[in-house]
T-cell receptor, first 112, second 116 residues
Framework: GENVEQHPSTLSVQEGDSAVIKCTYS??????FPWYKQELGKRPQLIIDIRSNVGEKKDQRIAVTLNKTAKHFSLHITETQPEDSAVYFC???????????FGKGTTLSVSS | GAVVSQHPSRVICKSGTSVKIECRSL??????MFWYRQFPKQSLMLMAT?????????EQGVEKDKFLINHASLTLSTLTVTSAHPEDSSFYICSARSRVGTDTQYFGPGTRLTVL
């Protein structure tokens, strides 16, 4: 089955710096890659997603890149703010509507 | 946006009892719902896929007789933890996919189960 690896497990940055989280996946049939932000005790919130027919997608300070050949995708957050502090999860799924397989998460801490 | 609710948000029960958790899609119809389990400071682990009108598909290592899933309508799926034990204590989260073709899954707020 699919296996998603995520790095780093923790990331500390200063406010205004950029943060990058990387994930790799094992199943070349995976074609949907969302990123979720989860604050303590709350539900995961979708922040951005990308499909395998696209190499990069951007939404304001957040961007995701996908390298299908290498089977890895990354989350980039620019101009980080303290409110960006949370746990971020990458995920992958093989086809529309199938279950998501999550990475282990990255705890991002943004200090002011 | 699509809203998914879960009830209850927290439940404490005695060992040996059963607990039912509801997952509802409030403003869309969900042919497929997913149940995840999350231990403290860990990732979401898929337990089962729930399809409306059919039997749930369980992930390897998840006991189907212990975690009963019913998806009786396009807006409701239930997870019943039977004969709960302390090791079943966890955060249970459901997600739902809109019936209209999309990959996006919307998560419920989760249910914190504590088994004494």
């Amino acid at each position: 089955g699919e296996n998603v690896e995520q790095h780093p497990s923790t990331l500390s940055v200063q406010e205004g710096d950029s943060a990058v989280i990387k994930c790799t996946y094992s199943d070349s049939a995976s074609n949907y890659f969302p990123w979720y932000k989860q604050e303590l005790g709350k539900r995961p919130q979708l922040i951005i997603d990308i499909r395998s027919n696209v190499g990069e997608k951007k939404d304001q300070r957040i961007a995701v890149t996908l390298n299908k050949t290498a089977k890895h995708f990354s989350l980039h957050i620019t101009e980080t703010q303290p409110e960006d502090s949370a746990v971020y999860f990458c995920a992958a799924s093989k086809q529309a509507g199938t279950a998501l397989i999550f990475g282990k998460g990255t705890t991002l801490s943004v200090s002011s | 946006g699509a809203v998914v609710s879960q009830h209850p948000s927290r439940v404490i029960c005695k060992s040996g009892t059963s607990v039912k958790i509801e997952c509802r899609s409030l403003d869309f119809q969900a042919t497929t719902m997913f149940w995840y389990r999350q231990f403290p400071k860990q990732s979401l682990m898929l337990m089962a896929t729930s399809n409306e009108g059919s039997k749930a598909t369980y992930e390897q290592g998840v006991e189907k007789d212990k975690f009963l899933i019913n998806h009786a309508s396009l807006t409701l799926s239930t997870l019943t933890v039977t004969s709960a034990h302390p090791e079943d204590s966890s955060f249970y989260i459901c997600s739902a996919r809109s019936r209209v073709g999309t990959d996006t899954q919307y998560f419920g707020p989760g249910t914190r189960l504590t088994v004494l």
